[in-house]
């Protein structure tokens, strides 16, 4: 089998997030889908060993912002390759309260998905947390991040977490 095959696959990134027994947590995916129009639906697939699967699971809830152009490797960095159980990731790119209650990052954001839970497929290594749209917004008209992008122009690179990488 030639995984290489899989690095044909187009995605954008994300930043999925969510708030329970006060502890944000967010980080960042490639894997955010539209599954279904009527009703909007999306789904998300996280690494069981990330915070932010936890933190969903428990408040049954996740706000989804797709990362803009002007989002920098310090920005990818705070949101993909450290863990909210010991940093607080929204203090440096400010914090609001999405419709569903979880907290998103407005900065490097075009647009903001606020979704209940309503299913979760164990996957392996990951849960895919399906959620229904209670709100959407446009936050900006910056041009949306694709994986493409970040890999060519950012020199950005995969972590072990994330649905995509290979060693
Ligand atoms: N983690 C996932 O669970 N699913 C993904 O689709 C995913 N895609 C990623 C894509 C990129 C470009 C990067 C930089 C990271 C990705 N990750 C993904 C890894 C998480 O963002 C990373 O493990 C994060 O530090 C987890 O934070 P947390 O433990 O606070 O939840």
């Not at 994300?14 to 027994?21: G, H, K, L, N």
């Not at 909007?40 to 990362?67: C, E, L, M």
């Not at 010991?86 to 979704?115: M, N, Q, R, W």
Request: overall charge negative; aromatic content about 10%.
């Amino acid at each position: 089998m030639d995984l290489t095959a899989f690095f044909k696959m187009t995605y954008g990134l994300y930043v999925v997030s969510a708030e329970a027994d006060g502890l944000r947590a967010g980080c960042i995916i490639n894997t955010a889908v539209q599954v279904t129009a009527e009703p909007p639906r999306v789904s998300v697939a996280v690494n069981k060993d990330n915070v932010t699967a936890r933190v969903i699971a428990q408040s049954g809830a996740f706000a989804v912002t797709a990362i803009d152009k002007t989002a920098d490797m310090p920005y990818i960095g705070n949101f993909g390759f450290r863990s909210s159980d010991t940093y607080d990731k929204f203090e440096k790119y400010g914090c609001e309260t999405s419709a569903v209650g979880s907290p998103y990052a407005p900065e490097h954001a075009c647009a903001l998905i606020a979704c209940r839970l309503i299913d979760t497929v164990d996957v392996g290594t990951h849960y895919l947390f399906i959620g229904e749209a209670v709100d959407a917004q446009v936050l900006s008209d910056e041009e949306p991040l694709t994986y493409s992008y970040y890999h060519t122009v950012l020199k950005g690179k995969t972590p072990p977490k994330a649905s995509s990488y290979q060693a």
